[in-house]
């Protein structure tokens, strides 16, 4: 072949390819780059979030990935009316979002008004496990924020939760200088402190609190949203069978509604904890929704007990085991049975010695029906 036929062949071929660029490209009506408005999902937020927000229309459309959820102004996070409970979105799966066996994710389809928070400074060891098992059993769209110390912060990126962060799933944040949680005194002025609501956690209109010590069921036969399609103002582990209200380390919270008795009233220093704080405003305010301690317990155990619940909350960084509870053998069994993954967050060593204990007891009462 001579070289003019050759340079003729490879012309042809670059035109030819040039072509069918031009009519891909015309096909598919590419946007341009400027169409799309990047901005933080919250203030205080991952600057490198790839959540981005994208006008179609006069309609508000929160991205991630190829997944797409529309409308998010209702004062439930939903689409609704004012007042109205939010609606999951139906899926093809015939169980309810965020029940029973893990969410496989596949389109990334975010609910910025949805905010599962954990606040941590300490790195500890089983954070990254913890945050894992929380992302894989509440619902697609809830996001994640974890706030600590610029340690923690190391650890959680580093870990095979970085994935969850590329997509905006989990976003991870250092806690502002004028907050402090190292005491339980600096973790109630926290969450009573109007401006974290307000600001910081915005545009969070529903927050699930949890805890390191904390835990969530994947058995179990509720889902979170249940308890956002209730409406509840607050619901936490009871603290007895006749108050209501509940332990704020796992419990979930309607904005809201917390919004409107801070912007009333204040703190003071020394109060009781946030937790019991504010549940003694809810339960007489005008317009709360606060379920019974008979609900409450079906969304989280405590110090009451109930066979199947959503989840569990221990005390004390899973090192204090409340009797009636822990302590009996049998209720024992039946949690790491029905919630094996609660071992992620319970002090196994102090385990061992109620255990040690137990079949000391045992054998000092055989002995004593000998003697």
């Not at 703190?267 to 405003?281: A, H, L, M, T, Y």
Request: net charge negative; proline share 6%; glycine share 8%.
């Amino acid at each position: 072949m001579s070289i003019a036929k050759l340079n003729k062949s490879v012309t042809c071929a670059i035109a030819l390819l040039a072509l069918i660029w031009i009519g891909t490209t015309l096909r598919y009506q590419w946007p341009p780059q400027s169409d799309y408005q990047t901005s933080e999902i919250t203030p205080g937020g991952s600057t490198t979030s790839p959540i981005t927000s994208v006008q179609e229309g006069s309609k508000p459309v929160i991205q991630s990935g190829s997944g797409k959820v529309e409308g998010f102004n209702g004062q439930n996070g939903g689409t609704g009316t004012k007042g109205e409970a939010p609606k999951p979105k139906e899926t093809s799966n015939t169980e309810k979002p965020g029940k029973g066996k893990p969410i496989e994710a596949t389109s990334m389809s975010l609910d910025p008004s949805r905010v599962a928070l954990l606040l941590e400074t300490r790195p500890l060891p089983h954070l990254p496990a913890l945050l894992a098992h929380f992302i894989s059993v509440l619902p697609q769209p809830w996001v994640f924020r974890f706030v600590g110390s610029q340690e923690a912060n190391a650890l959680i990126s580093s870990s095979s939760l970085s994935s969850h962060i590329k997509t905006g799933k989990l976003l991870v944040d250092e806690l502002p200088s004028k907050y402090d949680i190292k005491t339980q005194e600096s973790i109630s002025v926290t969450l009573t402190d109007l401006a974290f609501y307000k600001d910081f956690l915005a545009p969070a209109e529903w927050l699930l609190m949890f805890q390191t010590d904390s835990m969530i069921c994947a058995a179990s036969e509720q889902s979170i949203e249940d308890y956002v399609s209730a409406n509840y103002s607050w619901v936490g582990a009871p603290w007895n069978m006749e108050v209501k209200g509940g332990n704020g380390g796992l419990s979930l919270r309607h904005v809201p509604t917390i919004l409107q008795i801070l912007e009333k009233e204040t703190r003071e220093p020394g109060s009781v904890w946030e937790d019991r704080w504010i549940c003694d405003r809810l339960q007489t305010m005008e317009g709360a929704n606060m379920p019974g301690p008979d609900v409450e317990v079906k969304f989280s155990v405590e110090s009451q007990w109930t066979d199947k619940p959503l989840g569990y909350h221990l005390m004390g960084a899973g090192k204090v085991m409340i009797e009636d509870i822990w302590g009996n053998e049998e209720r024992r069994k039946h949690i790491m049975e029905y919630c094996p993954e609660v071992k992620i967050v319970l002090d196994m060593e102090l385990l061992s010695q109620v255990k040690k204990l137990e079949d000391e007891l045992k054998t000092l009462k055989e002995k004593d029906k000998k003697d």
